[in-house]
């Protein structure tokens, strides 16, 4: 079993800057892709940015060039540095890691979510 804390979200005026991280525990073997997600009110959870093993990454058109998705492999951490946000960037954010957990197929974990909320 694995499990994901996040931490980071907060209330933030527009413009300004969040910093979310997503520590992964349990008994992993390795962690394929880090992944964030937010969902906002009434709408659908979408994939916001995301990272490779490798340190690939991919964004969604709505934030590129503002968030910036990083990992730090030793510690099974992923983070979303979040810059110049925007009321639309109002949402709870996700973190869900695709891992090896000494089964034979990769399975896909969700942490608990944390609010993120811009002011105009």
């Known amino acids: 079993q694995v499990q994901l804390v996040e931490s980071g979200g907060g209330l933030v005026q527009a413009g300004g800057s969040l910093r979310l991280s997503c520590a992964a525990s349990g008994r992993i073997r390795s962690i394929n892709a880090m992944n964030w997600y937010r969902q906002a009110p009434g709408k659908q959870r979408v994939l916001v940015a995301s990272i490779t093993d490798r340190g690939s990454t991919n964004y969604a058109d709505s934030v590129k060039g503002r968030f910036t998705i990083s990992r730090d492999n030793a510690k099974n951490t992923a983070y979303l540095q979040m810059n110049n946000l925007q009321p639309e960037d109002k949402a709870v954010y996700y973190c869900?890691?695709?891992?090896?957990?000494?089964?034979?197929?990769?399975?896909?974990?969700w942490g608990q979510g944390t609010q993120v909320t811009v002011s105009s």
């Open positions: 869900n890691v695709l891992a090896d957990t000494y089964v034979p197929v990769l399975q896909h974990y």
